[in-house]
């Protein structure tokens, strides 16, 4: 059957959309499946915005981002390179816009803890896209953590793995530290996966250390700024010590984001190539979960956005998301929103990293301010 996920309290929304590349695909098919008015995008120069118009089918290519946010818009998605984010979320809010802007918020945690407490004191709803907090078979993993069914957290293993920097002829701009900031492989992917670590144990890493490496020092005949892969040990606030690590060039790999909890009791792992499956291990005897309204725990279901059977995926889970930041503005108090406060702490456990990495030593995380 069919879960009802419509947001009783959302009206019309009207979206715009700053960049036009891959990202703006996922957020206007999210924004057009739950209902929104596309009203108007604009790129890196009005031709770009024109064909983006045209690809996306959005009504308008504004010739700037400032006449974007001058627009009608009420929530601006923001989809453009890394070391934009920032000054543009800004801007958005300035305008008296909500806001969802992709990861990293920006580049640094003071610009990211600066872009919260904008929003906060202007009264929008500011979210960043941790989309991966969608899959209901995480959910799941959190209410099953949370109710204490694997007890005690131990020990965590965790990665996320793609292979599309592989080769020294494979570029992009996010290798770039113009375009993609000091960190690439931590900051586009590492932080999904802490994101959902903390997400999913209920508690935070207190203590890290890491080691990151760049494999080429060229790429498209410019210098590469940043790294290719990260290899992070943790300590949680309970003690629980774990290992993760990131790569983005790990061959076969297309994006193979994976959490396994080990608990005194059970362990517990998702697989997000697999995203309707939930693995329980236990001392006697495993068992393999999927996703079922009918078993579900409470508040679990409603992530279920077609009947059972019928595979759910990212783009499931990039639509809840947008719906629960569109009946946000709306007035509804939404559970596990990722808000910028979360984006705040992607931006400090960035920093983390690469400071744990350049001094090879460990770095307590406080919690952020």
Known sequence: MTTDVTHTGIGTIRAGFLGGGFMARVHSRAARAVGATMTAVASSSPERAERAAEELGIAEAAESASALLSGDSDVVHICTPNATHAPLAMQAISAGKHVICEKPLATTHADARTLAE?????????????????????????????????GALLTVDCGYLQDWML??????????????????????????????????????????TARTRR????????????????????????????????SQMAAGRKNALTLELHGAQASIRFDQERPEELWIGGRASNQQLFRDGQTAHPGVERFSRVPVGHAQGYQDAFNGFVADVYATVAGERIDGLPVFADGVRAAQLTEAVLEAAAGERWIDVAEQS
């Open 118 to 150: 904008a929003a906060e004191e202007a009264g929008v709803i500011a979210a960043v896209p941790f989309v991966y907090r969608y899959h209901p078979m995480v959910r799941e993993a959190r209410a099953r953590v949370a109710a204490g069914e694997i």
């Open 167 to 208: 080769l020294p002829e494979d570029d992009d701009w996010r290798a770039t530290s113009a375009d993609g900031g000091p960190s690439r492989a931590f900051a586009d992917i590492g932080s999904h996966l802490c994101d959902l670590l903390e997400f999913v144990a209920g508690e935070r890493i207190a203590r890290l």
């Open 215 to 246: 494999v080429y020092d060229t790429r498209g005949g410019h210098e590469v700024a940043n790294e290719d892969a990260v290899a992070i040990l943790v300590e949680l606030d309970s003690g629980a010590i774990g290992t993760l690590l990131i």
